[in-house]
C-alpha cells in the first residue's frame, strides 16, 4: 500500500536537473508582477483571496512553455514560490484601504495619507523580514510535523500533472485559457467597467432581485470571478456566506429602517451597521479557533526549545544577519514615514513572533491563513499599549499581518517544495526576489483600483476585511460609543455566535453548522457577489458528482482562469486611463 502524499519519502531531482535558471527567475518575477497587479481587485471586491499558488503554477507553466518545451517542475517551483510571496504581499492591499477608509471618516479627524512610496518601503521591509523569520521553521513543520498544508499540495500536484507533458496538462491549459478569455471578455463589457456606451451588447452589472434588489445590490453579479471563486469553495462555506449575505441584504434591512437604526435604506448605511456583528463573529471565531489550540502552541513552543533551530538549506547567518538588517529598515521606515515610535515597532516585532508561529500551525492544519485574527489580537494589545491613538493601533497590526501573511506564504511552498524535491534554498532566494516586486505592484495598483473604482461606498469595492480592520481600530479609539444604535447588542450576538461556532466545528455536527468565517464574510461582501459564488459552487458539486475525473483534472484551472480573467481586465483598465490611452464612459 502506497504511502499518503504527506508522508511518502523525500522525492530525488533527476541527475543534472537544474532549477534556479535564468528563465526561471525571469519568468518568477513576470509572474508575480503580474500576481501582485491583479490580487488586490480580487481580494478588494471578494475579502479574501483564492489559491494564488495554484494559479501561479499554471501562469509558470504557460510562460515557460512559450519561452522553451524543456522546462521542468522545479523550474516552475521557482515561478510558483515567487507568485506566491508576490500575492501574500499583494493582500495586503486591505491594509491600504483600512488607512483611505479611517481618513474618509470626518469623525475621527485622521489624515494620514499612505503614498505609494511609503507603502512600497513598509510592505518590502516587513515582508523580508516575514520570509527571513521563517526560514529555519521549514524543518520543524515541514519535515518532522509533516503538517498538510492543503494548498500547497493542491500546488505540488498541478506542478507534477503539467509536467507530464501528456493529454492531462493540455487539457488543463486549454480550460484555463478558455475561463481567462470568457471571463475577460465579460468583464469588458459589463457595465461597471464603463469601456462602452450603452449598447444591446452591454453586459448589466448584476441581475437584480427581490423587493430589496434596487437599494441593496441583492441579486446575481455578471462575474465569472465570483463564478470561480465559488467554484474552489466547499459547499459548507459556500451556503455559510449564502446565510450571512440573505441576514445582511434581505432580512435586515427593512427591520433596521423600521426601528430608526439606520437613517436610509441604502447599502452604505446597512453596511456601516451590519459591520458589527459581523466583525464580532469573524474576530472572536478567529480567535476562538486560536484558542481552541492551546496544546499545539504549548507543543509548537516545546518542541522549538527542545531543539536547535537551524536551516540545512539557507545558511543561518544569512537569516540572523538579515533578520536584524530588516528590522532595523523597518523601524526607520516606521519611524520617519509613518510616525511610529522605535520602540513602538520593536515591541510590535518581538510580539508578532509568537503569532507568526502560530498562524503557521493553524495554515498548515486547516488552510485558513489567520492573518486577519492574529492582526486584530495585536490591535488590541496596541489598545492597551497606546489607547485612543489610531496610528500605532494600525502600524502594529500591519507588522503582524505582513509578518504572518510571508512566513505562512513560504512555510506553504516550502510543503510544495518537499513533495517534488525541489531545493529549499531556491525557492528562499525566490520569494525574497518576489516581495519588492509584489511591493511595487500592489502599491502602483492600488491607487488606480482606488480612484477608479471607489473603496467601500455604496458602489465601490466593499474590502470587508479592510472594513473589519478600520472599524476595530475606530472601536479601540473611541469605545462603543462609536457605534451606531443597537449595533453594540449585535455586536456582543456576533462575538457569542462566533464562538459557538467555533466550539461546534471541533465536533461531529461540524457539518450542520455555519463557518463563523464563511458567515461573517457574506455579511459584509455584496450579496451579489455571493449568490454568483454559491452559484459556482453549486456547479463545481455537480460535476464533481457527475464526472469525477474530468472535474479533477480541469476544475481548478477553469475556476482559476475565471478569476484571472476579470482580475487581469479590472487592473488594466485603469492603467489605460492613467496612460490616457482610453477614456471611462459616465
Not at 463573529?281 to 484558542?291: H, K, P
Not at 451579489?528 to 455537480?542: D, K, P, R, Y
Not at 481548478?556 to 486611463?577: N, R
Request: aromatic share 10%; net charge positive; hydrophobic share 50%.
Amino acid at each position: 500500500m502506497s504511502l499518503p502524499a504527506t508522508e511518502s519519502p523525500a522525492p530525488k531531482m533527476p541527475p543534472g536537473t537544474r532549477e534556479f535558471t535564468l528563465r526561471a527567475v525571469v519568468v518568477s518575477l513576470l509572474v508575480a508582477a503580474l500576481i501582485a497587479g491583479s490580487y488586490p481587485y480580487v481580494v478588494l471586491k471578494l475579502g479574501f483571496g483564492p489559491n494564488i499558488s495554484v494559479v501561479s503554477v499554471f501562469f509558470g507553466y504557460l510562460a515557460l512553455g512559450i519561452w522553451s518545451k524543456s522546462f521542468s517542475r522545479w523550474e516552475n517551483n521557482i515561478v510558483q514560490a515567487a507568485g506566491t510571496a508576490a500575492g501574500q504581499t499583494a493582500f495586503l492591499c486591505v491594509l491600504m484601504a483600512a488607512f483611505d477608509m479611517l481618513r474618509a471618516d470626518p469623525t475621527l479627524g485622521f489624515t494620514f495619507d499612505l503614498t505609494p512610496l511609503q507603502a512600497f518601503l513598509w510592505l518590502t521591509t516587513a515582508g523580508l523580514l516575514g520570509v527571513l523569520l521563517s526560514v529555519p521553521f521549514r524543518q520543524h513543520y515541514v519535515v518532522e510535523e509533516k503538517l498538510p498544508f492543503p494548498d500547497g499540495i493542491a500546488a505540488g500536484e498541478s506542478l507534477i500533472v503539467l509536467d507530464s507533458r501528456g493529454k492531462e496538462a493540455r487539457g488543463a491549459t486549454r480550460a484555463m485559457a478558455f475561463g481567462t478569455g470568457i471571463s475577460a471578455l465579460v468583464m469588458a463589457l459589463r457595465a461597471d467597467a464603463r469601456l462602452i456606451a450603452d449598447a444591446w451588447y452591454r453586459i448589466p452589472e448584476l441581475l437584480r432581485i427581490g423587493p430589496t434588489g434596487q437599494s441593496m445590490g441583492v441579486g446575481v453579479a455578471y462575474s465569472f470571478l465570483s463564478f470561480g471563486s465559488g467554484m474552489l469553495l466547499g459547499l459548507r462555506v459556500n451556503s455559510s456566506m449564502l446565510v450571512g449575505a440573505l441576514i445582511s441584504w434581505v432580512i435586515c434591512p427593512p427591520i433596521l429602517l423600521g426601528n430608526h437604526a439606520i437613517p436610509a435604506l441604502t447599502r452604505r448605511d446597512v453596511l456601516l451597521w451590519v459591520m458589527w456583528p459581523a466583525t464580532g463573529m469573524l474576530v472572536a471565531g478567529g480567535l476562538a479557533a486560536l484558542f481552541l489550540k492551546w496544546n499545539i502552541m504549548v507543543k509548537t513552543f516545546t518542541n522549538l526549545s527542545a531543539r536547535d533551530v537551524r536551516s540545512e538549506d539557507f545558511p543561518v547567518k544569512w537569516v540572523i544577519g538579515g533578520s536584524i538588517l530588516c528590522s532595523i529598515a523597518l523601524i526607520l521606515v516606521q519611524h520617519y514615514a509613518l510616525g511610529m515610535p522605535v520602540w513602538m515597532t520593536i515591541v510590535a516585532i518581538l510580539l508578532s513572533l509568537p503569532l507568526m508561529l502560530v498562524g503557521i500551525r493553524v495554515l498548515g492544519e486547516t488552510n485558513w491563513g489567520p492573518i486577519s485574527a492574529l492582526s486584530n489580537m495585536m490591535q488590541a494589545i496596541f489598545g492597551a499599549i497606546a489607547p485612543g491613538q489610531i496610528m500605532p493601533n494600525m502600524v502594529s497590526s500591519g507588522v503582524t499581518g505582513t509578518i504572518a501573511s510571508e512566513s505562512g506564504g513560504l512555510i506553504q511552498v516550502y510543503k510544495t517544495g518537499a513533495m517534488i524535491g525541489s531545493t529549499p534554498r531556491f525557492l528562499t532566494y525566490a520569494q525574497l526576489l518576489a516581495i519588492p516586486v509584489g511591493a511595487a505592484a500592489v502599491s502602483f495598483v492600488y491607487p488606480l483600483l482606488r480612484d477608479s473604482y471607489g473603496i467601500g461606498g455604496e458602489n465601490g469595492l466593499q474590502s470587508p476585511i479592510s472594513q473589519k480592520w478600520a472599524g476595530f481600530a475606530k472601536l479601540l479609539s473611541a469605545g462603543f460609543s462609536a457605534l451606531p444604535p443597537g449595533a453594540l447588542v449585535a455586536l456582543i450576538i456576533g462575538v457569542a455566535l462566533g464562538v459557538a461556532f467555533t466550539l461546534i466545528e471541533g465536533t461531529r455536527y461540524k457539518k450542520y453548522t455555519p463557518s463563523p468565517t464563511g458567515m461573517g464574510i457574506g455579511m459584509l461582501v455584496p450579496a451579489s457577489a455571493i449568490f454568483s459564488m454559491f452559484l459556482g459552487g453549486i456547479a463545481a458539486e455537480i460535476w464533481t458528482r457527475k464526472n469525477k475525473p474530468t472535474a479533477e483534472q480541469n476544475l481548478i484551472p477553469l475556476a482559476s482562469g475565471f478569476i484571472a480573467g476579470e482580475a487581469i481586465v479590472a487592473v488594466i483598465i485603469p492603467v489605460l486611463v492613467a496612460l490616457g490611452i482610453v477614456a471611462l464612459q459616465k
